[in-house]
Nanobody, 123 residues
Framework: QVQLVESGGGLVQAGSSLTLSCVAS????????MGWFRQVPGKEREFVAY????????FHAPSVKGRFTISRDYAKNNVYLQMNSLKPEDTAVYYC????????????????WGQGTQVAVSS
């Protein structure tokens, strides 16, 4: 099993920056890719970004590309999401996820999930 714990969410004004962190523990050697998703009430979980085991491959959703950056510290089993130029539409609960096989934009492909951290952006 792999446990994921997110932190770093909060309430900020539009245009501000936040950095989300996710710490992985347990059988982290089984994890290949890690990703960030977000969800607002009444909507499906939305892909934000993923990164592979060594950070050689990353992919960001078009809605956040150029503003958000995913990174990974493999030695510390941490993954980060640097969020710049935040917009009110970025308001959501952000989830960290881990995948044992291949980076994916599909939530169903991820094997482990954190509890989520709330990000709220005011206009």
């Amino acid at each position: 099993q792999v446990q994921l714990v997110e932190s770093g969410g909060g309430l900020v004004q539009a245009g501000s920056s936040l950095t989300l962190s996710c710490v992985a523990s347990g059988r982290t050697s089984s994890v290949y890719a890690m990703g960030w998703f977000r969800q607002v009430p009444g909507k499906e979980r939305e892909f934000v970004a993923y990164i592979d085991r060594i950070g050689a491959s990353t992919f960001h959703a078009p809605s956040v590309k150029g503003r958000f950056t995913i990174s990974r510290d493999y030695a510390k089993n941490n993954v980060y999401l640097q969020m710049n130029s935040l917009k009110p539409e970025d308001t959501a609960v952000y989830y960290c996820a881990a995948n044992k096989v291949i980076p994916s934009v599909t939530a169903h492909d991820y094997d482990y999930w954190g509890q989520g951290t709330q990000v709220a952006v005011s206009s």
